[in-house]
């Protein structure tokens, strides 16, 4: 799998118009409908509710302390909203562990990386693969046989992966000695290992500089583009959240002030107001 | 110069992800074997009796700590506990069915402390680190108080230690009880601990063991990649308190001949976790190196000072040989935080390199 096939430059592939259309006849993989979560008095979340379509890049954005990562962990099952429902693919979800919610397809990236600093690259992304073995502990205790037929397949899995992020160079490294911007790699790498239908990003560029973002831009495309993979993502970068998303959810004080294409959301009084401040 | 991969290419994973990928390193592991197998011919039973059988349990024990503190992360005290679970467990199989292989009943007394120690682990599930080094503690005395007060453990005898009565094995030679050769025991015991530590080596470098190391290094991510909290903790416990059961049987089996419930007492604990910690947590080759130098190193010191023709007191020699090995502890973990499994690793990537300080 080569990314140089697919090598597009990140702004300018997605015409605005073009992917509106495509993305309003899709499928909706996951809604949410009137979630409201709060820890004690604070509310984090309140009311909010938006719905992500298959195969789209959708942004969540807003100012800090906006309940953006608070959304996410109620989307992978870390926190329990006291309302609302979420449906992912069809089915109407009750209260879910963490592990449910990463056997039904949904990964994710941290905000501060929460790599597995003991462990090489590749046996992070092999965790990535947990889900996916199934060999009970007599066959691990030899690791012959079935137990190792299981191993190399997911190895040569977990390598096409380690191809598709170019990252072939680290693959014997422990993750603690690399620096900051491969560890974000080898992160989004052990996502993908879960091959999820949605895969939530927290800030994948956090603290990068412009060259590390535009790797990693190109690297989101080309897993929403070759992978089919849904992406929700949580961006500061405005930059790169107008020229990645098909959509854009903007939260602020645990409200949705606004939602829709990225130009729209721009253009959006609140969204500016939210960011900018109101003149009093 | 010697230690060099260059030329050894992988054409396949399996070849890749051996647990010696390097021919230096397989040629090292073979040469160890033949030297474990031949030189005990040729050793003393002092050297049989008080160095190499009680180093080998202490390594197999620290194996089983490190299983569960190196590799799963949760700190425990408990070890010398569950020493004792696996002893007494196997002193009352071979008392019901005394015509048993020994070693068989060794092995399967390690299922009892797995069991007990699947239910001290229970706490691991919602309380972490020091906290649960208390909780571990707890089993610590709990247990030994049942090896006082319950009377059954010990068969009601007068002096409330257990004894090894004499057992046979593979057609009829004496493996156990005082009339067992050093030489025998010591084939038995190593023969279980290098079993024992191939099938650990192979839990952890497949799926459980990663399972195991996801959960120590970050439980929250491990958790979202469909780690489930509860198998992998208790897992980890139950194989640790199984290694650490059958380590404590073979203690007394092989070793000692008689044991009380002093010989598994908080000082044991505390000796495993030390040789853990100095060997290297996370490393099963550092097992080795830090019972051997905890276990070996005083016992050699013991013997080599007086023999160099210095005429000091026997007190003297203990007391030198203490401070001499409590120097050295602080001298490597300041060198080596990560213990001396670290610094061997260390050594082995420069030697890849050398002449060159980089690759």
């Known amino acids: 799998m080569s990314v140089m096939e697919a090598g597009t430059p990140a702004a300018g592939i997605r015409g605005a118009a073009a992917t509106s259309a495509e993305t309003a006849a899709r499928e909706t993989l996951l809604s949410v409908e009137n979630i409201t979560l709060s820890f004690g008095g604070v509310h984090a979340i309140r009311n909010v509710s938006f719905e992500i379509a298959k195969g789209e890049i959708r942004a969540i954005i807003g100012p800090n302390g906006a309940g953006k990562t608070s959304m996410l962990n109620v989307i992978n099952g870390f926190y329990h909203p006291q309302e609302g429902l979420i449906s992912f693919r069809g089915q109407e979800r009750r209260r879910m562990k963490p592990y449910e919610a990463a056997n039904q397809g949904i990964a994710r990236t941290f905000q501060n990386v929460a790599l597995f600093r003991g462990m090489t690259t590749l046996d992070n992304i092999m965790a990535g693969r947990t889900l996916k073995m199934h060999r009970g502990f007599f066959w691990q205790c030899l690791h012959w046989g079935p137990a190792l037929k299981e191993e190399v397949e997911h190895r040569h899995k977990v390598e096409e992966i380690i191809d598709f992020l170019e990252i072939q160079a680290i693959r014997k490294t422990p993750v603690g000695r690399l620096p900051y911007g491969l560890q974000k790699r080898v992160e989004l790498a052990r996502a993908l290992a879960m091959e999820p239908d949605l895969l939530l990003l927290d800030e994948p560029m956090a603290g990068m500089n412009l060259e590390e973002k535009e790797d990693m831009s190109r690297f989101i495309l080309d897993v929403n583009q070759q992978l089919g993979t849904t992406i929700a993502l949580i961006e500061h970068d405005i930059g790169v959240v107008m020229d990645l998303s098909d959509r854009v959810v903007v939260l602020d004080h645990g409200e949705k002030i606004a939602d829709g294409m990225p130009a729209d959301v721009q253009a959006n009084k609140a969204v500016i107001e939210a960011y900018l401040g109101v003149e009093h | ?359």
């Open chain 2, 1 to 359: 110069m010697f230690y060099r991969e260059a030329g050894q290419f992988k054409t396949t994973y399996e070849a890749d992800q051996a647990i010696f990928p390097i021919l230096q390193d397989r040629m090292g592991i073979a040469v160890i074997m033949v030297l474990a197998l031949v030189i005990p011919l040729f050793a003393t039973d002092f050297v049989l009796a008080s160095i190499m059988i009680p180093f080998l349990i202490f390594a197999l024990a620290t194996v089983g700590l490190n299983v569960l503190t190196g590799y799963a992360g949760q700190l425990s005290l408990g070890t010398g506990a569950f020493m004792g679970v696996g002893a007494y467990a196997c002193y009352k199989l071979t008392t019901i069915f005394p015509d048993m292989n020994i070693v068989v009943m060794v092995l399967l007394s390690g299922i009892f402390s797995a069991g007990i120690g699947i239910v001290f682990g229970l706490p691991s599930l919602r309380i972490k680190g020091l906290y649960l080094a208390v909780t571990t503690l707890a089993a610590q005395f709990f247990l030994e108080w049942c090896f006082i007060r319950i009377p059954w453990l010990y068969n009601y005898n007068n002096s409330g230690a257990i004894e090894v009565p004499e057992r046979t094995g593979f057609g009829g030679m004496v493996l156990a009880g005082p009339a067992s050769p050093p030489i025998t025991r010591y084939y038995v015991v190593l023969a279980i601990v290098v079993a024992i530590t191939f099938l650990v080596k192979n839990v952890i470098r497949g799926r459980i063991g990663r399972t195991w190391m996801m959960i120590r290094d970050m439980d929250i991510a491990a958790e979202l990649m469909g780690v489930r909290p509860l198998f992998a903790k208790l897992s980890a416990f139950a194989v640790s308190s199984y290694i650490c059961g059958v380590a404590g049987a073979m203690l007394v089996f092989f070793w000692l001949g008689a044991a009380e419930p002093s010989s598994f007492s908080i000082t044991v604990s505390f000796q495993i976790l030390f040789m853990a910690i100095l060997g290297g947590l996370g490393s099963l080759i550092g097992c080795f190196y830090g019972a051997a130098f905890i276990w070996i190193l005083p016992v050699l010191l013991r013997t080599l000072l007086p023999s160099m023709g210095l005429d000091i007191a026997s007190e003297t020699v203990e007391h030198v040989s203490r401070m001499v090995i409590g120097a050295l502890i602080i001298f490597f973990l300041i060198v080596e935080p990560h213990g001396l499994a670290r610094l061997w690793q260390i050594g082995k990537e420069k030697l890849r390199v050398w002449p060159f300080p980089y690759a």
